[in-house]
């Protein structure tokens, strides 16, 4: 069953603006990722965060988790044409287990 | 250097026949996965080793028999090929938690599958 969310569903700024998606999830957690994927590639883990933190940082990245409104957001600051891709949120709720959402598509035009 | 590979990338065949994607990590992960992507880009776990164990297999068909002949490769071997079959399947793999939990997990290039 899906469990995370992603909105919006595309997503296209310009170089240089930030960007902001959001994730739902339905149940509890014990920890929320996040990946990229590139066109014709396969993802690539960008940040995890556990269930009893509520922000964190990587680069240009921040992660936000919410978990009382079962949500989280990732945002790109500064993008560049290279951050290019889609994103997806994934939910670790036990049994080495990784439900994915149905991903935001980001467009970045120079 | 290659973290998880799989071969082939690109798998063309016809309805009823047998294929076989292979899927190697030289991360010394305990623990591999199978995952079907489909159009819409929606990804879908469908089985899950833990040194050469399963320990998730998500309601797929029987037609679809992974194999772990030891910790560092699982292979996914499909009978009677069907249309809705057509994918793109990645392999990924990532350390085993005991405790419960997911650490983050490591994604092969996938193996784009048409049948026709």
């Known amino acids: 069953s899906q469990q995370g969310e992603e909105d919006p569903q595309a997503l296209s700024i310009q170089e240089g603006e930030n960007a902001t998606m959001n994730c739902s999830y339905k149940?509890?957690?014990?920890?929320l990722q996040w990946y990229r994927q590139n066109s014709g590639r396969g993802l690539v883990h960008l940040i995890l965060?556990?269930?009893?933190?509520r922000e964190k940082h990587s680069g240009r990245l921040r992660v936000t988790l919410d978990t009382s409104k079962k949500s989280s957001s990732l945002l790109i600051t500064a993008s560049r044409a290279a951050d290019t891709a889609s994103y997806f949120c994934?939910?670790?709720?036990?049994?080495?287990?990784?439900?994915f959402g149905q991903g935001t598509r980001l467009t970045i035009n120079p | 250097d290659t973290a998880v590979s799989q071969t082939p990338k690109y798998l063309v065949t016809q309805m009823g026949n047998d294929k076989s994607i292979k899927c190697e990590q030289n991360?010394?992960?305990?623990?591999m996965y199978w995952y079907k992507q489909d159009s819409k880009k929606f990804l879908k776990i469908m089985f899950s080793?833990?040194?050469?164990?399963?320990?998730i297999n998500e309601t797929v068909p029987n037609r679809f028999s992974p194999k772990s002949p030891d910790k560092a490769h699982l292979n996914l071997h499909i009978n009677s090929l069907e249309l809705g079959d057509s994918a793109v399947y990645f392999c990924?793999?990532?350390?085993?938690?005991?405790?419960?939990?997911?650490?983050?997990?490591?994604f092969g290039p996938g193996t784009r599958l048409t049948v026709t």
């Open positions: 149940t509890s957690i014990n920890n």
């Open positions: 990924a793999s990532s350390p085993h938690s005991s405790g419960g939990g997911s650490y983050e997990q490591y």
């Open positions: 080793y833990n040194n050469k164990e399963l320990i």
């Open positions: 994934a939910t670790a709720s036990g049994a080495q287990k990784l439900v």
């Open positions: 991360l010394g992960h305990d623990t």
């Open positions: 965060i556990r269930s009893n933190e």
